[in-house]
């Protein structure tokens, strides 16, 4: 019998990982669950996609820049593409909603670890649609790409919990929710503010149900539990549906826009910035050239009928001064896209010059 492929043990991987983070976001008793869980389903996410690199030959270690027929190593073992990297490889439109459901938790993980440790309940609480999405992102990215046989279904469980809470009850999870940090709730709702339109509401970014509880009678075939996609009921269904009052544990999610002026850049900083992290000349000629091949602003705001309609996750427009603020967001994009030649020309359209050495 032929071994399997060397693919399937880094997929057992990444379903035991799947199943520890969900264990751990179930368990009320870890004080430190929601963390746990935003953990190791990046870890989860990372190790299927490189299964999904291995089975179709592609080469996930990171090259030498300087010998590209070198592969870089850290203390003996190739470097490997991070999380990040293999989303881009897997959804090449910025605007996927799995990819930008991966790239919020990304975001956050740095933010829990290093920053909010006490905040665990809070942000379970807050962002509870972002990780039911990640979680069915990751069982319809396992089963679409290697089958029914590799699907969660046959390693997790639904869990037990209450049907409906009391008022006093859901009183008190909305407090939880007010206790989450500011900063934690500015991170969202600005990312909440630059991303794509149609993405926030897709459910593949954000998971918001409504659960309904009716008696039925027992079907021996039937699961205890039973889900109707939106897409699937008609019209009058919906119509009722939307009508209906709102119960039980309610998770809102307020629609914030970025403070204008808050963390934003001016040209002449943004262009500095980038021009101090790349090896090449970046001047204002190279930014405005970027910014015009990336769409992230109206070429000109003094003619253009509505100079608003930016790339909000790149640049906001000042009304009050009738200029451009940019975000940092931009300036990380510019660096990581201007770092090599033909990165340089593809994001300004303009060869690349070394800078000049210093005497």
């Known amino acids: 019998m032929a071994p399997p492929p060397k693919w ?30 935003v953990v190791h389903m990046h870890l989860a ?12 030959g592609v080469d996930f270690r990171y090259r030498d820049r300087d010998n590209p027929r070198r592969f870089v190593k850290v203390d003996g073992e190739y470097k ?8 881009e490889e897997r959804w090449q439109d910025e605007a996927d909603p799995v990819r930008n ?12 670890e290093h920053r909010h440790k006490k905040s665990d309940a809070e942000l379970a609480l807050a962002v509870s649609g972002h990780a039911q999405a990640l979680l069915l992102n990751f069982e319809e990215e396992i089963v679409a790409t290697f089958g029914d046989k590799y699907s969660l279904a046959h390693i997790l469980r639904f869990p037990a919990f209450i049907g409906t809470f009391t008022d006093d ?40 149900l409504r659960v309904v509880l009716e008696r039925v009678v027992r079907d021996p075939e039937a699961l205890s539990m039973q889900f109707t996609r939106w897409d699937d009921m008609t019209d009058a269904e919906k119509e009722l549906v939307e009508k209906m009052g709102k119960r039980g544990q309610t998770v809102i999610r307020e629609q914030k826009r970025a403070v204008v002026g808050h963390g934003l850049l001016g040209a002449g900083e943004a262009e500095r910035r980038v021009a101090a992290a790349i090896p090449y000349r970046f001047n204002n000629r190279h930014f405005l050239d970027a ?30 001064s009738k200029t451009y603020g940019y975000t940092q967001a931009w300036v990380d994009w510019l660096i990581k896209n201007c770092s090599t030649p033909a990165g ?11 800078k000049a050495q210093e005497a």
Not at 11 to 33: F, I, W
């Open 169 to 208: 009850g859901e009183k008190t999870l909305r407090r939880l929710r007010d206790k989450l940090p500011t900063d934690l709730k500015r991170f969202i709702a600005e990312f909440h503010s630059g991303l794509p339109d149609g993405t926030g509401s897709d459910p593949r970014f954000e998971l918001r």
């Open 45 to 56: 996410w990372l190790y299927l996609l490189h299964a999904r690199f291995m089975r179709d």
């Open 101 to 112: 459901n991966l790239d919020f938790f990304i975001r956050l993980r740095n933010r829990i």
């Open 80 to 87: 490997c593409w991070e999380l990040s990297r293999c989303a």
């Open 344 to 354: 340089f020309e593809k994001t300004t359209g303009r060869e690349a010059e070394p």
């Open 291 to 320: 910014g015009r091949r990336k769409s992230i602003r109206p070429a000109a705001a003094a003619n253009d009928p509505h100079p608003e309609r930016t790339d909000e996750k790149y640049c906001l427009y000042v009304e009050l």
């Open 8 to 37: 399937t043990a880094t997929l057992k991987v990444a379903q035991d990982e799947a199943a520890l983070a969900v264990r751990l976001y179930n368990d009320a008793a870890e004080t430190r669950g929601f963390e746990g869980f």
